[in-house]
T-cell receptor, first 118, second 114 residues
């Protein structure tokens, strides 16, 4: 149980284009999902908290107009990198918390998406 | 400013011995701590967690110890196995304050030698 998928696993795009990354909880419902970013040999950095049916909460320094987050259902959150530039190249990982868990705070992570912007 | 610190970038342990990974934190509001294992180009896999109301949690070969006064936690793996070779991340969160996101350390690369 507690499986989270991400799609695509790898994407290469041209500078200026937009890229959408999907995060799905496959066997549980997640009212809250999280988006992280990891640069090579760096820690995972929280970008934003995605709440089903409401606006995402962004961490300081993360541009909300550049990284659009939509959490339209209890099993799907999407991150759209708009007008991507080479500095946006990174490993993007989502996580989800089981809404039924009640008091259990573990987050289950997706496999990640490697974005390369040329 | 790093709120969660893993000061050892790498650790090499012989198979069968105990692996001890350390983590320090500075934010006294953190009340829940987690350890994740991560392979390159994959998402982290949850290992074990501990609430600030406890000082020890054990799950099979994995035990996490928490010393609140020292703001220090450690992950013990015994006995260490070759499949344990990976990067281990310590993470913390302020659940009581409603901050759900995790703050991660930089990770420790554990290498189990045969």
């Amino acid at each position: 149980g507690a499986v989270v998928s991400q799609h695509p696993s790898r994407v290469i795009c041209k500078s200026g284009t937009s890229v959408k990354i999907e995060c799905r909880s496959l066997d549980f419902q997640a009212t809250t999902m999280f988006w992280y970013r990891q640069f090579p040999k760096q820690s995972l950095m929280l970008m934003a908290t995605s709440n089903e049916g409401s606006k995402a909460t962004y961490e300081q320094g993360v541009e909300k107009d550049k990284f659009l987050i939509n959490h339209a259902s209890l099993t799907l959150s999407t991150l759209t990198v708009t007008s991507a530039h080479p500095e946006d190249s990174s490993f993007y990982i989502c996580s989800a918390r089981d809404s039924r868990a009640g008091g259990v705070y573990e987050q289950f992570f997706g496999p990640g998406t490697r974005l390369t912007v040329l | 400013d790093q709120q969660v610190k893993q000061n050892s970038p790498s650790l090499s342990v012989q198979e069968g011995r105990i692996s001890i990974l350390n983590c320090d934190y500075t934010n006294s509001m953190f009340d829940y701590f987690l350890w994740y294992k991560k392979y390159p180009a994959e998402g982290p896999t949850f290992l074990i967690s501990i609430s600030s109301i406890k000082d020890k949690n054990e799950d099979g070969r994995f035990t996490v110890f928490l010393n609140k006064s020292a703001k220090h936690l450690s992950l013990h793996i015994v006995p260490s196995q070759p499949g344990d070779s990976a990067v281990y991340f310590c993470a913390a969160t302020d659940e009581g304050g409603g901050a759900d996101g995790l703050t991660f350390g930089k990770g420790t690369h554990l290498i189990i030698q045969p």
